[in-house]
């Protein structure tokens, strides 16, 4: 049953002292409730991600006062799920030579993950991420990278991907040019160690600018799970619908997970098609950080060899234990949450 089988292999625990490697942007997130109507004046796009210079970054950071500041980026955001859930994550990433940046790495090693975070030689600042939160929970975000768009090949050798089981990139590393070379090198590190590969594609944005890249990176058989929503699938494939979408992306060797908002998650391979409902929770707070989250939980679940439906669940735990409040990191111990469920 597809419910306790998956499409690969799964890497022998013996050697490897790390569950999930993951790799993506050191971003420091500012988060604030905001209208529609002020995020359309920012000139962002409602319910995405949107780069920005560090003048445009300036003058939203000016535009309003109460700015919540806490240590993000996507993929930093899964390994301290995986840390709080009682594994061993680690992250790779690249900040400036600055006060943020050393905040950075502390939060994030504070919260159990090991991290490889280099501070970059060309004098850019520590990225920040703007985030507004409009009342329905949703965000919209401004990105200034900064020097997390300059993550390269060494932290990725260093952070040491064939020690892991799973290795996770997140979909906004594809819009660094300087990252082609780290991705690159982390297939080469996965592909020669047998370690797992997985993907999420992050944004509909990203999708459409890397469609290419991403459809590649299938092709090639480099992949063996690839996260995303409902809209980022049917952008990838074109299809009209979720159904068409998985018939489209489904292959050997590949496990497919998509999530569906209030609807739960749906995970597809050759193997079979397998649902899991959403975690009830009594108000959408923020959105911000719920696929990552949501990540954590399934590879998680994996690495343990919990089985697929057990890690969907778990998934769908973490992620409704991050919409419940501000912000995309963990306030209770997941490990916690999940015991006994």
């Not at 003058?59 to 840390?83: H, K, P, Q, Y």
């Not at 940046?101 to 030689?121: D, Q």
Request: proline content about 4%; glycine content about 14%.
């Amino acid at each position: 049953m597809l419910a306790e089988m998956l499409p690969f292999d799964l890497p022998e625990h013996r050697g490897r002292t790390t569950d999930v490697v993951c790799l993506g942007h050191a971003l420091i997130d500012r988060l604030a409730e905001a209208t529609p109507e002020l995020v359309s004046r920012a000139g962002l796009e409602l319910g995405a991600m949107t780069l920005v210079d560090s003048g445009k970054a300036l003058e939203i950071e000016r535009a309003l006062d109460a700015w919540e500041e806490v240590a993000g980026g996507s993929a930093a955001n899964t390994a301290a799920g995986v840390a709080s859930l009682g594994g061993s994550p680690a992250f790779a990433g690249s900040i400036g030579a600055d006060e943020p940046g050393r905040r950075y790495v502390a939060n994030l090693e504070a919260s159990g993950v090991r991290c490889v975070v280099l501070p970059v030689a060309s004098g850019q600042p520590t990225g920040v991420c703007h985030v507004f939160v409009g009342h329905d929970g949703g965000r919209s975000m401004a990105t200034n990278l900064g020097a997390a768009g300059e993550l390269g090949a060494p932290a990725v050798e260093e952070v040491g991907i064939g020690d892991s089981l799973v290795v996770y990139v997140e979909g906004y590393l594809l819009d660094a040019p300087a990252a082609a070379e780290a991705l690159a090198k982390a297939v080469e590190l996965a592909r020669g160690s047998g370690t797992l590969f997985s993907l999420s594609l992050s944004d509909p944005f990203v999708v459409d600018r890397h469609r290419d890249r991403v459809l590649e990176l299938i092709g090639d058989g480099a992949l063996d799970i690839l996260f995303g929503n409902e809209d980022e699938a049917r952008s990838l494939t074109g299809a009209g619908s979720l159904e068409e979408s998985l018939v489209a992306l489904t292959r050997p060797g590949l496990l497919v997970i998509v999530t569906r908002g209030a609807s739960g998650s749906v995970a597809a391979s050759t193997e079979g098609v397998i649902e899991c409902p959403a975690h009830q929770v009594p108000a959408v707070v923020d959105t911000t950080g719920a696929g990552d989250l949501f990540a954590a939980g399934v590879l998680y679940g994996i690495t343990r060899r919990e089985g697929l439906a057990r890690s969907l669940h778990l998934g769908s735990l973490a992620a409704g234990e991050i919409i419940g409040h501000l912000g995309a990191r963990p306030r209770v111990s997941l490990t916690g949450l999940v015991e006994g469920v």
